[in-house]
């Protein structure tokens, strides 16, 4: 069974401190990694999609890696606006699986000013 | 660009009833995708559609269901509601078949109470 496990549950920062969140998978043929972010009560909004390992994607302040075995989220001097769930999700090999992403549980991520 | 909309915002029922959720994908879309997000476990998959068929579904019973209209949008309708039914329902949607690896673009998700 397809499993993805995002580390750690939570994570608290001050304004400034960079930190890497972790999204470790185990699936039978990923075609596609995914980052988003979620912020209370409203829907994941995407971030980045990661297709093969060693490939790097950037946006402001976010920078995702892909390895064979997992995928870090490094979050480059935070502000308190980034404060949110981090949610991490793998599209996989065909049959049962197509069409749908395996999602992990989330990382809680809180900045403090 | 417009993106995903989701109606009701939230839904309030009781044991035994039915809800209907709905979803509008962004234009140009043609697949749309239906997820659980409950307290304490995560993103679960419900319900695949593209070009009005079903094309997977995730591990819930037949009393989830829906379809997919010619405009694209889709119904998610919940059958004999239970109390752990109470959770968001996302949507989401996709440029569909052509790549089944293509970016799901989430909604706000309708908030379905069962009391």
């Known amino acids: 069974e397809d499993q993805v496990t995002q580390s750690p549950e939570a994570l608290r920062l001050q304004e400034g401190e960079s930190s890497s969140l972790n999204c470790s998978y185990t699936v039978s043929g990923l075609r596609g990694l995914f980052w988003y972010r979620q912020d209370p009560g409203k829907g994941p909004e995407f971030l980045f999609t990661?297709?093969?390992a060693g490939e790097e994607k950037e946006k402001e302040r976010l920078k995702a890696t892909l390895t064979k075995k997992e995928s870090f989220l490094h979050i480059t001097a935070p502000k308190p606006e980034d404060s949110a769930t981090y949610l991490c999700?793998?599209?996989?090999?065909?049959?049962?699986?197509?069409?749908?992403?395996?999602f992990g549980q989330g990382t809680i991520l809180t900045v403090h000013p | 660009e417009a993106g995903v909309t989701q109606s009701p915002t939230h839904l309030i029922k009781t044991r035994g009833q039915q809800a209907t959720l709905r979803c509008s994908p962004i234009s140009g879309h043609t697949s749309v995708y239906w997820y659980q997000q409950a307290l304490g476990l995560g993103l679960q998959f419900l319900l695949w559609?593209?070009?009005?068929?079903?094309?997977n579904r995730g591990n819930f019973p037949p009393r989830f269901s829906g379809r997919q209209f010619p405009n694209y949008s889709s119904e998610l309708n919940v059958n004999a509601l239970e109390l752990e039914d109470s959770a968001l329902y996302l949507c989401?949607?996709?440029?569909?078949?052509?790549?089944?690896?293509?970016?799901?673009?989430f909604g706000p998700g309708t908030r379905l109470t069962v009391l």
């Open positions: 990661l297709y093969s």
């Open positions: 999700a793998a599209a996989t090999a065909g049959g049962t699986s197509y069409g749908k992403l395996t």
């Open positions: 989401a949607s996709s440029y569909g078949l052509a790549g089944d690896t293509d970016t799901q673009y």
């Open positions: 559609y593209d070009e009005g068929e079903e094309r």
